[in-house]
């Protein structure tokens, strides 16, 4: 099939809006994963909120690049939102502390229809939450990508080259460490730069008798760090209450304040704020 | 581009060569889930050797068709093994009980290449994986799918027409519910029967104490498989001695035979044994 002038038009104009709309967010961080099932999404919502609650209301976006299992508007419990669609573009749907969220459950007709679909058109359809959404000004855009290294995290990488970095997040055991060696050797071959990891589910304390079990071995994170020359930016400890208020779509982070994951989650958030605030330093 | 004359007619041959390599193994089971990280390759390593254990020793084939993170030689401890070339394909390497395995890494140059394909590219590996591989006589072949319903997922259940079935792996959150019905959604428009769900990490027992606590809650996987009509297999508990095993390379099932995690196992081998014989009967 042959381009004909409009459609060639069409992509030069839709490259530029997605540009422009871009350039009004100040920060992008994927978040990723070689593995699945770490808790990515998790991680990156309650890094969400994290940024929103350390001075950044209304000005954090979120855009769930799971196509295949969107968990995102489940976790901030915005369940049943739709996209509200303008003439400019669509607008992201906004969740608690203003958040800005992007879904392809906003989209999809029903919570148990599959997006089967292949390579080609799921790089349209991230290009598209990139480009006809109207996110407006923020500070932070993180990204939830989904495990591995394929078509989705491929797509975000080349449509977004001047992104901050990416954040590995994996759990502790062995098996979850190759896969890691993958995703920042993935990142590398792309040219992004991998702002650290963090090791989730970390050892879990019994509720009753205070002993802790490192139920996925303890420690993975770190070593991968120290191999790959890497930062880690921190563990995350097992907590039954993260899957509780994760199910109920409380954001952890909010519900719980003063737990020992919650704690670290904003000192990760911490830790990413000087990263990039270093990084602007050595730009200027 | 346009086909010549050659390539269509390797095409053909390829495809006739599958079907009758498919011919020689009496079942075909998918191993899927909705969402990553629930345990689906430590759930296909130990229900191909549970299959084994149970009267067919030499003759149970697992293919690891996740291309992106494959993780299966590690959990069964032949990492830095690799495919035999002979003049009529490619053998499979050799694992514990003669399973016989089929997986990236064993191609892969470094246990760090990511494999960075897009969708048509992944149809293909899975294709050559399914006909070029001399897998021979077996009574059972377990594909370990990578979660979702995207490229990967898609490609087996349309080279494998003749499958009997999938079982589906979830931990017990709602969030993972939801991911189960699109699982169930998409092997429904596809076709292939749910043979059941399989509910792991199913509540974990101090070893201190002995207090369960459902640190991904309960219950999830049967309430999954009564909403949607589907058998429910059974549940797995979280035992951390499964990790440990995993990152050691030594089937947990076959290293403590006595654990309820290995007698779940058992039991869910057991089921599908029956559905198959009963299918089987249906069809005479």
């Known amino acids: 099939m042959q381009a004909t002038a ?158 901050d970095g990416v954040v590995i997040v994996t759990i502790p055991s062995e098996v979850s460490q190759n896969v890691v060696g993958k995703a920042i050797t993935f990142s590398r071959q792309l040219k992004v730069p991998v702002i650290g990891i963090i090791e989730n589910m970390s050892g879990f304390v019994c509720p009753t008798c205070g002993t802790e079990t490192h139920i996925f071995k303890t420690g993975g994170g770190e070593k991968v760090s120290q191999d790959y020359s890497v930062p880690f930016l921190g563990s995350i400890p097992l907590d039954p209450r993260v899957c509780e208020a994760s199910d109920l779509g409380h954001p952890f982070i909010m519900e719980h304040p003063d737990s020992p994951a919650s704690k670290a989650f904003m000192e990760i958030v911490e830790k990413l704020t000087t990263y990039i605030q270093e990084k602007e330093k050595n730009e200027k």
Not at 17 to 31: E, F, N, P, Q, S
Not at 74 to 85: C, D, F
Not at 119 to 136: T, Y
Not at 145 to 150: A, E, K
Request: with cysteine.
């Open 6 to 163: 409009d459609t060639k038009t069409h992509a030069i104009d839709e490259q530029s809006i997605l540009r422009t709309r871009m350039k009004k967010i100040k920060h992008k961080i994927a978040v990723i994963s070689g593995k699945g099932g770490v808790g990515k999404t998790v991680t990156a919502v309650n890094l969400a909120i994290a940024f929103a609650m350390q001075g950044h209301e209304n000005r954090v976006g979120l855009l769930d690049a799971d196509l295949h299992g969107p968990c995102v508007p489940k976790m901030l419990g915005m369940e049943g939102q739709k996209l509200r669609v303008g003439p400019i573009g669509a607008f992201p749907a906004v969740g608690p502390l203003g958040v800005k969220v992007v879904s392809m459950a906003f989209v999809l007709e029903g919570k148990e229809v599959p997006v089967i679909w292949r390579g080609p058109l799921k790089m349209r359809a991230i290009q598209q939450f990139l480009s006809e959404i109207v996110w407006g000004e923020l500070d932070f855009l993180l990204i939830d990508l989904p495990p591995g290294t394929g078509d989705e995290p491929l797509s975000v990488m080349q449509l977004l080259p001047e992104m």
